[in-house]
């Protein structure tokens, strides 16, 4: 009997002890297998960015291999990568990218039960893209949508140089520098200012624009009352603003922006994103707290200097009027075997220019500071010596005669009469 319990308590721990075996290997074993995909959980445990020419280069390190999911977004241009049966390390949250092509990229956990991850790539246009897996590395390049041919001329005006040994937070006229707080008023012809770095601001005929850099230099605040302005130019990670009498427009970089603005004296301000633009801008009252977002390839007015008077404009230009080009008018000959098909001059003269005619006109402030001009030598000027180098000429001086027939006196008489008897 006391055999048959010993062996029943031996039996008991031996299969308490194969339970709590099997209990053991299927928890070591269930963090490894995903019931849903029959494969193994895999680890986000590094992603790198690396800019390209055109672009970015995206590298996904993982514990396991990956099989993504990538559509693109177009509003907002974006690039979303959906990874089913993955998780995401301790430190992979987000990413820094220094790019034109690329905001930034953030990182999430989609779903725990089963497990996903999602990875947002922000993007500043529409872009192509292309992967490869290796492994446990997942590549992915996304390349720039290729230029539309219509933008080519205000990318060339974008990629204008600067005068050389101009800051980059400064302008230039004509290759003068622009001092901080002037204007520029343009008179029949549009007045380019350029910016040291890199592209320009066109001032419309007619119109009064000034020009302040921020204190870093890295910004610019532009400001006209009435007129059009157009700026085309590239922005990194900073922001312009373009104050109007009623509107403050504000150009957030990264971006490529190519904008016509026009105010007028009832309050109508025209924004219109020109060809080659690839960024929006924020359009803020003065006087209120409402904003706008104009898009890329919008075209809007609003009026009497409210948001909420808005309108979508297809037709007109906000910007500068196309400049005028004198054309010759040729006449057609035949080399003289014929008479010629029209009579007078081969080519028309042009019209006489208006020396009173005004281009542009700048208009810088004056400031005059206390440091800068040397000061007096008041000093040096006390420790001199008090001597004279040179002898003073003696003064000449004649004793005239007595004019004749004045009144002589008695003492007078006296002197006369010895002087005559000495003489």
Same mark, same amino acid.
């Given at each position: 009997?006391?055999?048959?319990?010993?062996?029943?308590?031996?039996? #008991?721990?031996?299969? %308490? !002890?194969?339970?709590?075996?099997? &209990? *053991?290997?299927?928890?070591?074993? @269930?963090?490894? +297998?995903? /019931?849903?995909?029959?494969?193994?959980?895999?680890?986000?445990?590094?992603?790198?960015?690396?800019?390209?020419?055109?672009?970015?280069?995206?590298?996904?390190?993982?514990?396991?291999?990956?099989?993504?999911?990538?559509?693109?977004?177009?509003?907002?241009?974006?690039?979303?990568?959906?990874?089913?049966?993955?998780?995401?390390?301790?430190?992979?949250?987000?990413?820094?990218?220094?790019?034109?092509?690329?905001?930034?990229?953030?990182?999430?956990?989609?779903?725990?039960?089963?497990?996903?991850?999602?990875?947002?790539?922000?993007?500043?246009?529409?872009?192509?893209?292309?992967?490869? #897996?290796?492994?446990? %590395? !997942?590549?992915?390049?996304?390349? &720039? *949508?290729?230029?539309?041919?219509? @933008?080519?001329? +205000?990318? /060339?005006?974008?990629?204008?140089?600067?005068?050389?040994?101009?800051?980059?937070?400064?302008?230039?006229?004509?290759?003068?520098?622009?001092?901080?707080?002037?204007?520029?008023?343009?008179?029949?012809?549009?007045?380019?200012?350029?910016?040291?770095?890199?592209?320009?601001?066109?001032?419309?005929?007619?119109?009064?624009?000034?020009?302040?850099?921020?204190?870093?230099?890295?910004?610019?605040?532009?400001?006209?009352?009435?007129?059009?302005?157009?700026?085309?130019?590239?922005?990194?990670?900073?922001?312009?603003?373009?104050?109007?009498?009623?509107?403050?427009?504000?150009?957030?970089?990264?971006?490529?922006?190519?904008?016509?603005?026009?105010?007028? &004296?009832?309050?109508?301000?025209?924004?219109?994103?020109?060809?080659?633009?690839?960024?929006?801008?924020?359009?803020?009252?003065?006087?209120?707290?409402?904003?706008?977002?104009?898009?890329?390839?919008?075209?809007?007015?609003?009026?009497?200097?409210?948001?909420?008077?808005?309108?979508?404009?297809?037709?007109?230009?906000?910007?500068?009027?196309?400049?005028?080009?004198?054309?010759?008018?040729?006449?057609?000959?035949?080399?003289?075997?014929?008479?010629?098909?029209?009579?007078?001059?081969?080519?028309?003269?042009?019209?006489?220019?208006?020396?009173?005619?005004?281009?542009?006109?700048?208009?810088?402030?004056?400031?005059?500071?206390?440091?800068?001009?040397?000061?007096?030598?008041?000093?040096?000027?006390?420790?001199?010596?008090?001597?004279?180098?040179?002898?003073?000429?003696?003064?000449?001086?004649?004793?005239?005669?007595?004019?004749?027939?004045?009144?002589?006196?008695?003492?007078?008489?006296?002197?006369?009469?010895?002087?005559?008897?000495?003489?």
């Amino acid at each position: 009997m006391r055999w048959f319990l010993e062996s029943r308590v031996r039996f #008991a721990g031996f299969t %308490l !002890l194969i339970s709590l075996w099997c &209990s *053991a290997t299927s928890q070591a074993q @269930s963090p490894q +297998t995903s /019931a849903a995909n029959g494969g193994p959980l895999a680890t986000v445990t590094a992603i790198h960015s690396q800019p390209e020419k055109n672009g970015l280069a995206l590298e996904i390190v993982s514990t396991h291999p990956l099989a993504p999911t990538i559509n693109k977004q177009a509003n907002p241009p974006s690039l979303v990568i959906d990874l089913p049966n993955t998780q995401l390390g301790k430190n992979a949250k987000r990413v820094d990218v220094h790019t034109g092509a690329v905001q930034g990229i953030r990182l999430s956990q989609l779903h725990q039960s089963p497990p996903a991850a999602r990875i947002v790539v922000n993007l500043v246009k529409p872009a192509n893209y292309s992967s490869e #897996a290796a492994g446990n %590395l !997942l590549l992915i390049w996304i390349e &720039s *949508a290729k230029t539309n041919p219509a @933008s080519l001329a +205000t990318q /060339a005006l974008r990629s204008e140089s600067a005068p050389v040994n101009l800051p980059s937070g400064a302008a230039a006229l004509d290759g003068n520098r622009i001092e901080s707080g002037s204007s520029v008023t343009a008179g029949s012809d549009a007045a380019v200012v350029q910016l040291g770095r890199g592209g320009q601001v066109r001032v419309c005929p007619g119109t009064t624009l000034s020009v302040t850099p921020s204190k870093t230099g890295r910004s610019l605040m532009l400001g006209m009352n009435t007129g059009a302005m157009e700026a085309h130019y590239t922005l990194g990670p900073v922001a312009d603003s373009i104050m109007t009498p009623d509107f403050r427009i504000q150009l957030v970089g990264p971006g490529e922006f190519d904008y016509a603005i026009n105010a007028d &004296s009832k309050g109508n301000t025209c924004v219109q994103a020109l060809p080659g633009n690839t960024a929006s801008v924020i359009v803020s009252e003065l006087m209120g707290d409402g904003t706008y977002q104009v898009k890329p390839d919008d075209h809007v007015v609003f009026h009497s200097g409210q948001l909420k008077n808005v309108a979508l404009m297809g037709n007109g230009s906000c910007g500068c009027p196309p400049s005028p080009r004198p054309v010759m008018l040729a006449s057609s000959s035949n080399g003289g075997t014929n008479p010629p098909t029209s009579t007078g001059s081969e080519t028309t003269a042009l019209p006489p220019s208006n020396p009173k005619e005004m281009h542009y006109q700048v208009d810088a402030p004056f400031v005059f500071r206390g440091d800068d001009p040397t000061p007096p030598p008041i000093v040096a000027v006390g420790i001199l010596p008090l001597r004279s180098t040179t002898q003073a000429e003696p003064v000449a001086s004649t004793v005239l005669p007595p004019a004749r027939g004045e009144h002589r006196g008695f003492f007078s008489k006296i002197r006369g009469f010895f002087a005559a008897i000495f003489r």
